[in-house]
């Protein structure tokens, strides 16, 4: 693959506005997992997550995931350096599910009440409703995507993005993830089931679901030589992508994690380098008991035992469905810049199928030369992502 | 980089229902056809369980997809990209979804419907059917979506990301989608529920097992052109997105024979994509076509537009378009030229 370097990063967490915010709440090993605000959480096992504090910039006619999006693709566009006329030639790929939901239920809620006309919002209802908005408003003339591939969804869009740039269909992209929280997320996991009531625990041996969280993160995508001649800082090499599809069930991983070894290995090939050059997976770690199991048993078989640090994300920010393929990708950069892998917070008894450090709790100093994050989603859809040091 | 044929085509809609010769049968004829599918069209394409188990939007997506790889003589199995365009999704699920929560507070949310509310569930199932373990993609945009999907799928095959790819669209109608979007003032497209699809792959590869090809994808671009969320955008915009797939297919404005249009009764929409395909091929206006004017408009149409781009590229020996144009500004282009 034609090397692809990552000139700019954009985020909104739970830990508020900004890189520095998220990369401080990471390093700190801070959980942002709190009572929900919201929604109406009566009658719900789980009533946490982590959402964006403080209110959301921008017009309140938009969605709260169009603002998400917003935000952190300015950030990253400001952060590479990208001029009013490169944009007019830049991709924009999105990595989406909600959409502008959250507005909608609550239109739709009101319409069980009583007759009310159409919201203006129903406009932004749909997943391609945040692309419509970011391009539109920062002047993104190039190819435009949006691509829904469920918890995937971020780690997707970064990986076609990368392919745009590679193959010359543009010279640079804006790529990334967001979702808002919404009510249909949230009964949704509740009723499978799957959501912890406490702060979810990946790999810990007595984990007991996820949490569900929001927010958004944009990257700027261009190839390394045309990086190198602007003399842009190039953050890291996204140098490999696999995406593959376990054709198994709608929503259980393969039980061996087929598919997800096949997306692990993809990314290795496309790099060209072995799993020996990898020092740290930052893992898909949702917490539930099938997933963390699933994927443990996948990154042995891909990279063996011991010296592998591996942390999941998700401890501290929840699982932010479209955006955390995204937001882990700059997770993963961060910490190859920073040389600091990110915990995984709360875990106290680490699953013995984890057979690897899961960095418990505090953050640790490490010198990486290939970091993978691993990104997997309802439909048997796995996606790696392969970032290499500058 | 690799030359993409097109060796199969399978559509399952109202109006027709079938592989390449069925498709090839109802364009010829002209004749608009019924908007909604015939529930023993849907029922001969999927097994008792799977219309047990699964939404109607994910029964039409399988369906089309069957009937796109029997059309190219593929085998279910075979290792397969899968790119999925949709505008809506599965919302119809995602309303009972809701329903159920509003009659009956939290205890009437059903766990079956959850993963129906994501729209990927449709891709979800066809990768499951039929098998197709390479990537698979869900692509979501007003309007676009199927012709986005061919052509991003033409681009993985191009570069060799996919070995073979199945690609088009699928979408359903909703009362409360209908309801909302007449209200908005979005109603005026002529729509229906289908899906269709295309069977993508590189063209020694279909030479090489003696497959027949209808045709190949030579060109394929998307881009967005400047107009405001929602809106339509200036008729004067350079159409980057034609110009983009003729530069990648090698072929000048003036040889394109025709163009299939993604007009559908949007009154502003359609004007402005007249005006974009007339500025960028230049002279006199082609001969044009616009399948939802007889099939109605789906994600799934796309497979309609690129059989019969196929089909008069075939018949006349120039190269034609596949043209495609969304509010919001999203604009594909497929140039395809005969086998």
Known sequence: ????????????????????????????????????????????????????????????????????????????????GVSRRERADAALVVGAVGGGMLEAEAWYWERHRRPVRATRALHAIFPSSHAEVVGSVLGLGGPRETVVAACSSGAAALALAADLVADGAAPLALAGGVDALTRICFMGFNALRLLDPEPCRPFDRDRRGMSVGEGAAFVV??????????????????????????????????????GMVRAMRAALAAAGVGPGAVGYVNAHGTATPQNDRIEARAIRAVFGEGRLLVSATKSMIGHTMAAAGALEAVATVLALAHELVPPTAGLDAPDPEASFDCVPRTAREAQLEAAISNSFGFGGQNVTLLFRRA | MRRVAVTGVGVLTGAVTGGS???????????????????????????????????????????????????????????????????????????????????????????????????NTMAAATAIAVTAREVSLTLNAPTVAGELAVARAAALVRAGRAPAALAGGVDQLAPVLLEALAELGAGADARAEGAGFVVLEPLDAARARGARVLGEIAGAAWRALPARPYGVGRRTAAPRAIAAALAEAGVAPEAVGSVQLSAAGDALRDRWEQALVAAALGGGPPRAGAPAHLAGRHSGLAALAVAAAAADAAASGAPALVHALARGGTQVCLVVTGP
């Open chain 2, 21 to 119: 010769a069925a498709v090839g049968a109802f364009l010829a004829a002209g004749a608009p056809g019924p908007r909604q599918v015939r529930p023993e069209a849907l029922a001969a394409r999927i097994d008792e369980a799977e219309a047990r188990r699964l939404s109607r939007a994910c029964q039409l997506t399988v369906g089309a997809a069957r009937l796109a790889l029997a059309d190219a003589g593929l085998e279910p199995g075979r290792d397969l990209g899968l790119v999925v365009g949709t505008e809506f999704g599965d919302l119809r699920s995602t309303i009972e979804f809701v329903d159920g929560y509003l009659e009956r507070g939290p205890v009437g949310l059903s766990p079956l419907l959850f993963p129906n509310t994501v729209m």
């Open chain 1, 1 to 80: 693959m034609t090397p692809v370097a990552v000139t700019g990063l954009g985020v909104v967490s739970p830990f508020g506005a900004g890189v520095k915010a998220y990369w401080d709440g990471l390093a700190a090993g801070t959980c942002a997992i709190r009572p929900v605000t919201l929604l109406d959480t009566e009658g719900f096992r789980c009533r946490i997550a982590a959402e964006v504090p403080d209110g959301v910039a921008g017009s309140p006619r938009r969605s709260r995931a169009d603002r998400l999006a917003l935000v952190a693709a300015r950030e990253a566009l400001d952060d590479a």
């Open chain 1, 221 to 258: 995508l261009e190839r390394a030589d045309r990086a190198r001649a602007r003399g842009a800082r190039i953050w890291a090499e996204l140098a490999g992508s696999g995406t593959t599809t376990d054709a198994h069930h709608v929503t259980a991983p393969h039980p061996e994690g087929e």
